[in-house]
C-alpha cells in the first residue's frame, strides 16, 4: 500500500479537476468571488444584438493608406471595431482579395464579451468570424481561465483553439497548477476544454503526462473525475476514495467512488439520481467484498456482535414521486449488511447515533377530502438487545378525512389499520383496527381564538399470542372505545414597551382541558407507543404516547404563557414560555412500570419553559428545561449560545442533560438495557477565520460524569482563488471495553483538496462542521429545539 499511495495521490489530484456540479446549482460566496475576479477582465461596453459580422467596421488611425482596389493599410495607434469586438494594433491592413480578410501587426489587442487576448502578428477572417493569434496570451471575460500559446485560434464565438498551449483558472502572478498540451480546444457553450499531450503541473513542476484530457470549466454536468477524498483513521488506516462521474442524460446521472481503505479492502460506492416527471429520487449501493477488520473482529472471542458475512453492503432508495394530481409514490429505505457498517465504514444516508434504519415505502392517495397512504414499514435494529423487540408494520393503511366547509365547524375522521410482526419467537403478531372521528367548533379574532372537539377512539385488536408466561396477561381479541372532549383557548395581548422605546411586548395565555375516560390496556401488547418528550410543545399534546396502544386517561388542564419582544421593525428578540400539566384524576393506561404508573398522583405533573433571546443580530441564546414529577426530577435540559458574524465565523456553547430514568422510561423495550447514568455534557464548536485565507474549526464535546471527552475534532481549511485544501483531526467514542471498563476511540484524520475555477466550489468551512459525531446545528434557525 505504502507503493502505491504516492503515484495514486498524484493521479488522483491531478485528475480530479474533472469535477462536476450536482442537480443544484453552487455558487461561491459573493465577497470571495469578488477577490478572486479582481484582475479578470469585464467587457464594458453596450452590448450589440443581431448578425456581427453584418455590421460595418469602423476603423481610426494616426495614418491611412490605399492600394486600389483591394487593399487598405491603417497604421498607428490603430482601432478597429465591429459590433461587439474590439481590436488594436500598430498596424491593420484590410484585404479584399481572398474572404476579407484583416492582417494584424505588432502590440495587438482583441476583445468581446468572451475572451481577451494578446499577440505579436493575427489574421482575421471577417466572414467566418475566425481569428488567429500568434504567440498570444488570453483570458477568459469575467470568469477564471487564462494562458498562452504560440498560436491561439477563435471560430465562431465559441470555440479557442490553442497550439503549444497553457490553461490555468488561477487568477493573474498565481500560477500554482497550470495545463500544457500540444492542443487546447475550449468550447465556451459546452463550457468544456479538451487538451491532446496534456502535462499538469503543479508550480513548475510536472506530476502527469496523458495523451488526452477532458475537463469542465463550468457549472454544466459532465462525465469524468471528480475531486478525491483522502483520510486517516487509527482503525480502518489509509482511506482514498476517488468519485467517477457520469452524465448520463440530463435527468440521470451516476457517481461511482471506488475507496481504498487499508486494513479492511476495497469498496465501490454507487449512486445514482433521477429527475422525470414524475418526481425525483436517489439509488444508492455500497458494496466491500471482503473486509480483513471485519473478519478479524468476527473471529475474536472476546468480541460479539458480529454477523457471519465476509462482505459488507449498503442501500439506499429515497423517491418522492407525483404520479399524478393525486397519488404519489414514496420510498424512503436504507439497510446495511451489518450492525457496525455505519460505525466502520461511515455513510451519509444514516448516522452513527441511529439505534436502527427505517425502510418505508407508500404509496397515497390525496384530493381535497381524502388522505390515504399504504405504508409498509420495516426496521433494521443496529443493536442486538432491541433486534427481537421492534415491531414493524407490514403493511399499515391509514385513511384521513377532512372537511371544512361549514362555517367555523371542521369534521375529520382518521382511520388505521396496522399488521405488526417482530423477529421475536416469543412476541405477539396483531392487527389492530382504529377509527378516530372527531367534530371541531372554532371561534376567532384577531386577538383570541377558541377550538371545542368532540370525538371517541374504537380499537379492536386481534393478537396471535405464543403461549408463554410474559405473554399470559394479554387477550386474544380486544374492544377498547375511548370518548373524549377537549376545548383550546388562546388569546395575544399586546402592548408598547415604555422602558424600550419602540419595542412592542406581547402576552399568550393559552389553556387547554381534555377529558379521555380510562380503559384498562394491560391486555394489550405494546406494538408502537413510546413516551413523548414533555417540551413546552409537548404540554399541549393530546397524549403524552406515540402510537395508538397505549391512549392514557386525561382529566388535565394544560397552561401556558408565552411573552414575546419585538423591536420597531417586527423582528423577535425575546420570548419565554411557561407551562405545566395540572391532573384532575391520576392518568392512567392499567400497565405499571412504564411511563404512566398506577401511583402517579394528581395535581402539577409536568413542568416545561422554553427561553429564546437575540442579544443582537450576531448572537442568540435559546434554553429549555422540562421537570416531570413522575422522576421528582429534571427529565431534560439543553442551552445554547451562539456567535455568528458570517457563515465561516462562528462559536457555539451548548449544554445537554437528560435523566436516565427518563431515557429508560421512553425506551423502546422494557428488555433494553437500563441506563446506568444520566447523560450531562457541555460542547463548544466554533469556526473562525485566522488569515484571509487559512480558517479554523474545532468541537469538543465532554461527558461531565464521565470525565472524558466524548466527541472532538480540529481542523484547518486554506483557500486562495487558486486551490484550497482542508485538513481535519478528530477522535470520538465509538464502543464501550466492558473488561476493562473504559470507552474505545477511533481517530480519524481528512484531507480534501479542491481546484478553484474547475471544482465545484462548495462551502468547505461547512462540510468540516459536520465532520464530527455531533453535527453542527444552528441556533438560528427558527425551529431549533421546539420538536
Known sequence: ??????????????????????????????????????????????????????????????????????????????????????????????????????????????????????GDQAEMDLDTNEIQIQNSQYHLVGRLGRGSADNVQFTNNRYIVLDNGSFTSCPVNNSSWNIEGSKIIYDNQEQLLEVWDAKFRLGKVPVLYLPYLQLPTGDKRRSGLLMPEFAYDSIGGFDISQPIYWNIAPNYDVTFTPRIIQHRGVQLQTEMRYLNYLGLGTVAFDWLQHDNLYSKNRTDTSKSGYSDNSYRWLFHWKNDELINYNWRFFVDATRVSDNQYITDLGSKYASETDGYLTQHYQIGYTNEYWDIGLNYKYFQALRNDIKDDLYRAVPQLNINYYNNDIDNLSIKSFSQISHFVSSGSNNPKAWRFHFEPTLDYTLMSSWASVTTEAGFMATHYNQDIPNVGQNAHLKENVNRFLPKFGIDGKMIFER????????????????????????????????????????????????????????????????????????????????????????????????????????????????????????????????????????????????????????????????????????????????????????????????????????????????????????????????????????????????????????????????????????????????????????????????????
Not at 452590448?47 to 467596421?57: A, E, R, T, Y
Not at 486600389?68 to 491603417?74: R, V
Not at 408502537?528 to 397505549?550: A, E
Open 1 to 118: 500500500m505504502k507503493k502505491l499511495t504516492p503515484s495514486f495521490i498524484a493521479a488522483a489530484v491531478t485528475l480530479s479537476i474533472y469535477s462536476q456540479s450536482s442537480f443544484a446549482d453552487t455558487e461561491q460566496k459573493a465577497t470571495s468571488t469578488n477577490q478572486c475576479l479582481v484582475d479578470v477582465p469585464k467587457y464594458n461596453r453596450p452590448l450589440v444584438d443581431g448578425d456581427i459580422n453584418s455590421l460595418p467596421i469602423e476603423v481610426s488611425s494616426d495614418s491611412f493608406q490605399v492600394n486600389l482596389p483591394n487593399q487598405a493599410i491603417y497604421s498607428g495607434n490603430v482601432s478597429a471595431t465591429q459590433g461587439n469586438r474590439l481590436v488594436n494594433s500598430d498596424q491593420i491592413t484590410l484585404d479584399q482579395t481572398k474572404n476579407r480578410n484583416m492582417l494584424l501587426r505588432g502590440n495587438i489587442f482583441y476583445e468581446d464579451p468572451m475572451i481577451e487576448m494578446k
Open 496 to 787: 408598547n414597551v415604555n422602558l424600550f422605546e419602540g419595542y412592542t411586548q406581547t402576552l399568550e395565555p393559552r389553556v387547554k382541558y381534555l377529558y379521555i375516560p380510562y380503559r384498562d390496556q394491560s391486555q394489550i401488547n405494546n406494538y408502537d407507543s413510546s413516551l413523548l418528550q414533555s417540551d413546552y410543545i409537548g404540554l399541549f399534546r393530546d397524549q403524552p404516547y406515540s402510537g395508538l396502544d397505549r391512549i392514557a386517561s386525561s382529566n388535565k388542564v394544560a397552561t401556558g404563557l408565552t411573552t414575546r419582544f419585538y423591536d420597531e421593525n417586527k423582528i423577535e428578540k425575546f420570548n419565554l414560555s411557561i407551562g405545566q400539566i395540572y391532573y384532575f384524576s391520576k392518568s392512567r393506561t392499567g400497565i405499571n412500570g412504564t411511563g404512566f404508573s398506577e401511583s402517579d398522583g394528581t395535581g402539577s405533573i409536568t413542568w416545561a419553559t422554553d427561553v429564546f433571546w437575540r442579544i443582537n443580530e450576531n448572537v442568540i441564546t435559546r434554553s429549555g428545561i422540562q421537570y416531570d414529577e413522575h422522576l421528582g426530577e429534571i427529565s431534560l435540559a439543553s442551552a445554547v449560545v451562539e456567535y455568528r458574524q458570517a457563515d465561516n465565523k462562528l462559536i457555539q456553547l451548548s449544554y445537554r442533560y437528560a435523566n436516565k430514568n427518563y431515557i429508560n422510561s421512553i425506551s423502546l423495550s422494557n428488555n433494553t438495557t437500563p441506563y446506568q447514568q444520566s447523560i450531562s455534557q457541555i460542547g463548544i464548536m466554533g469556526s473562525w477565520p485566522l488569515t484571509d485565507t487559512v480558517s479554523a474549526v474545532g468541537s469538543v464535546y465532554y461527558d461531565i460524569d464521565n470525565k472524558q471527552s466524548t466527541d472532538s475534532y480540529v481542523g484547518l481549511h486554506y483557500e486562495d482563488c487558486c486551490w484550497g485544501v482542508s485538513v481535519q483531526y478528530g477522535r470520538k467514542i465509538t464502543d464501550w471495553d466492558s473488561s476493562q471498563k473504559v470507552s474505545q476511540y477511533e481517530n480519524k484524520l481528512s484531507v480534501n483538496f479542491e481546484l478553484r475555477g474547475l471544482t465545484k466550489n462548495n462551502n468547505a468551512v461547512a462540510k468540516m462542521l459536520d465532520f464530527g459525531l455531533i453535527p453542527y446545528k444552528t441556533a438560528f434557525e427558527e425551529d431549533y429545539g421546539t420538536n
